[in-house]
T-cell receptor, first 115, second 112 residues
Framework: AQSVTQLDSQVPVFEEAPVELRCNYS??????LFWYVQYPNQGLQLLLK??????LVKGINGFEAEFNKSQTSFHLRKPSVHISDTAEYFC?????????????FGTGTSLTVIP | DTGVSQDPRHKITKRGQNVTFRCDPI?????LYWYRQTLGQGPEFLTY????????KSRLLSDRFSAERPKGSFSTLEIQRTEQGDSAMYLC??????????FGPGTRLTVL
């Protein structure tokens, strides 16, 4: 079975400051990893994903994440946040080689950018 | 193509009533997923279609829930005899081949 832990439920950060949103996972098999963003009253938008290759993954809106297999982590980072980054962020995994079945999501991290 | 669409966006119903939601995936996406999201939680998987075949169902999907994708295009999710615990956001996602779905805006269900 797979599970995802997002260690911080809320992260306040000042505008233009860097931010890191933490994600750890547990799985008995190798996994693919994802970060999604959800703005109020909207669906989820894919920020980035790790399937294979370089462990540093770059996504949209200036976000990046690094896969660390030994620490079973996939932390999301941005060097300088904007007000528009205020949203809920979800980390998710799905078993590697999976034919497209379910994703396992964390409980989310609410990022608030303070002007 | 403007992405995954869901209808209605909001639904308020009384306990015991039946409701049906519709999801239109991105054209040519053969995979379609339904998730449920309650306040303060991440989405929870409900069911998955590949083309018209329903290949996986979560234990969360009780007998009151049924989903169809009759022609491998749009999908419907029906909840019979709704309960207050069914109040949630119902999300649909679609993808083609590889993992990583595109999500719709969701249908927010409120059961009074």
């Amino acid at each position: 079975a797979q599970s995802v832990t997002q260690l911080d439920s809320q992260v306040p950060v000042f505008e233009e400051a860097p931010v890191e949103l933490r994600c750890n996972y547990s799985s008995s098999v190798s996994v693919y990893l994802f970060w999604y963003v959800q703005y109020p009253n909207q669906g989820l938008q894919l920020l980035l994903k790790y399937l294979s290759g370089s462990t540093l993954v770059k996504g949209i809106n200036g976000f990046e994440a690094e896969f660390n297999k030994s620490q079973t982590s996939f932390h999301l980072r941005k060097p300088s946040v904007h007000i528009s980054d205020t949203a809920e962020y979800f980390c998710a995994v799905t078993p590697e080689g999976n034919t497209g079945n379910q994703f396992y999501f964390g409980t989310g991290t609410s990022l608030t950018v303070i002007p | 193509d403007t992405g995954v669409s869901q209808d209605p966006r909001h639904k308020i119903t009384k306990r015991g009533q039946n409701v049906t939601f519709r999801c239109d995936p991105i054209s040519e996406h053969n995979r379609l997923y339904w998730y449920r999201q309650t306040l303060g939680q991440g989405p929870e998987f409900l069911t998955y279609f590949q083309n018209e075949a329903q290949l996986e169902k979560s234990r969360l999907l009780s007998d009151r829930f049924s989903a169809e994708r009759p022609k491998g295009s749009f999908s419907t999710l029906e909840i019979q005899r709704t309960e207050q615990g069914d109040s949630a956001m119902y999300l649909c996602a679609s993808s083609f081949l590889g993992p990583g779905g595109f999500f719709g805006p969701g249908t927010r269900l409120t059961v009074l």
